[in-house]
C-alpha cells in the first residue's frame, strides 16, 4: 500500500468519523455552558435568588402594623397620697397599693422611619447579588478543568490519527520486505522486526483509546451527559484575544464595594427620628382613673416620635470601617489584576514560543517525510535493512507528534488565555 493511499484511508476514516458523530459533535462552548449547568454548586442559584425574596419581602412587611404584647407586676416603695382630707360626707380620697399590676397589647404602625427598610431591601438585594457573583467566580474555575479534558481528547484524537500513518507505514514495509524474502534477497527476520514493530503500534493505539475513553468519561461526569467511546470532539476555532479584562471576580469586588456603602448609610438611617402611631389597651390596677385604685380596663392612642442617638457613640468608627474594608477591596482588586497580567505575560510568551516552533515543525516533517520515503525505495531495492527503514519511519512519526502536540498546546494555551480575561 503506497503512501497516497494510506493518507486517503485515513482522511476516508477521519470523514466517516465526522459524520458519524455529527448528531452527537460536541463543541467546547457547549460544554463550558453544560458544566456550569450541572455541577452540584450551581443547585444554589434558586435558592440565593429564594433566600433574597424572602429577606425583601421580610424587609418590606416592616410597613405593616406590629403587634405586641406585654405585662408587669411591679412593687413600689411609694404611691401618690394626698395630705389633706376632704370635708364632704360620704367622699373619701382612695389610697393607692403599692403593688401594681398591667397586661396589655399594643399597636404600632409606621410612618416614617429614616429610611431604614428601604435601605435594608437595597442590602437584601446587594447580598443577594455578591453570594450569585462567589457561585459565578466558582463555576468560572470549570473552565480551566474542561480545557484540561477537552483538549486533552483533541491531542488522543491526533495521536490515534498519526497511529494510523504509522502502522500503514509499517506494512507498506512488511509488504516490501516479504517480497525481497520469497526472492532470496532477505532474512526472515527483517519481517518479524517490523511485524513485531506493528504489534507496539499497535500497543500504542489500544492505551490511546483506553486514555480517550477515561478522559471521556470524566468530561462527561462534568457536563452530566455519558459520552459513548466513538464521541466526537469539534476542534474549536483560534479565539480572538484581548487583553481587556471582564473576570466575574470584577462584578464581585463592586458589589461588595456596594454593600460597605450601604452600611454607611444603615448607620445614618438608625441615627434618624422614627414616627408612627400607636394604640393600646389594656387591663391593670390602677386603670386610666386616677381616683380609683381597682383593677380596670383601658385605652390610648396617639402619635410616637423615638430618636436614639446612641449610635453617635460608633457611628465615626463605623465609617472608618467601612471605608478599611473599600480600600482592601481596592487592594485584593489590584492584586488580582496584577497576578492576571502577570499570566497573561507568561502566557502571551508560550503562545510565541509554539508559534515559532510550529514554523519548523512543518519543516522537519518534510525534511523526515523525503529521508523516509527514500528508506523507503532503497529497502525495496534491497539496499536499505528493515531497522534502518524502521528509524526512519519513527523519525517522521516522532517529527509528527510533536507538529500534534505543539498545535494543540498553542490552542489550548490560546483557550487558557481567553478565559484568564474573561472574553466570552
Partial sequence: MNRVASIGFVLCLMSWHAVAGQS???????????????????????????????????AGRG??????????????????????????TGFSLPDYSKDQYKVYGEIDQTLYDGGLIRIQKRMA??????????????????????NQLYFGILTIDEQLVQNELLQKDILNGIEKVR????????????????????????????????????????????????LPEDSWLVRPPDPTLTDSVSRPELALFEYQKRSFALQDDLAAAQLRPKLGLFAQGGYGRPGMNMLSNDFALYSIGGLRM??????????????????????????QKETF????????????????????????????????????????????????????????????????QNEILHRLQLLALEYEYRNLTGAQ
Wanted: with cysteine; aromatic share 8%.
Fill in 125 to 146: 438585594r446587594v447580598n443577594g447579588d455578591i453570594q450569585e457573583k462567589n457561585l459565578d467566580v466558582e463555576l468560572y474555575a470549570l473552565y480551566d478543568r474542561v
Fill in 179 to 226: 517480497a525481497q524474502v520469497n526472492n532470496g534477497l532477505a532474512y526472515a527476520s527483517s519481517v518479524n522486526e517490523l511485524e513485531a514493530q506493528l504489534l507496539q503500534a499497535g500497543q500504542a493505539r489500544t492505551e490511546l483509546r483506553s486514555a480517550r475513553k477515561a478522559w471521556l468519561d470524566m468530561l462527561g461526569l462534568f457536563i452530566g451527559r455519558e
Fill in 337 to 400: 489584576l496584577f497576578n492576571i497580567q502577570a499570566s497573561r505575560k507568561q502566557h502571551r510568551a508560550g503562545i510565541a514560543k509554539f508559534l515559532e516552533l510550529l514554523k519548523t515543525d512543518e519543516q522537519i516533517i518534510q525534511k523526515r517525510v523525503s529521508v523516509k520515503n527514500a528508506a523507503g525505495a532503497q529497502l525495496e531495492n534491497g539496499v536499505l535493512n528493515a531497522h534502518d527503514y524502521l528509524t526512519q519511519v519513527d523519525a517522521e512519526n516522532q517529527a509528527r
Fill in 24 to 58: 452527537g459533535a460536541l463543541t467546547i462552548m457547549e460544554c463550558y455552558h453544560l458544566a456550569r449547568l450541572h455541577y452540584p454548586a450551581s443547585k444554589q442559584r434558586d435558592l440565593i435568588k429564594q433566600s433574597a425574596e424572602y429577606t425583601l419581602e421580610n
Fill in 306 to 331: 423615638t430618636w436614639n442617638l446612641g449610635g453617635l457613640y460608633t457611628l465615626k468608627n463605623q465609617q472608618r470601617l467601612s471605608e478599611l474594608g473599600r480600600r482592601s477591596l481596592d487592594v
Fill in 63 to 88: 410597613y405593616l402594623p406590629q403587634l405586641s404584647f406585654g405585662g408587669q407586676a411591679t412593687l413600689q416603695s411609694d404611691v401618690t397620697h394626698f395630705p389633706f382630707k376632704i370635708p364632704i
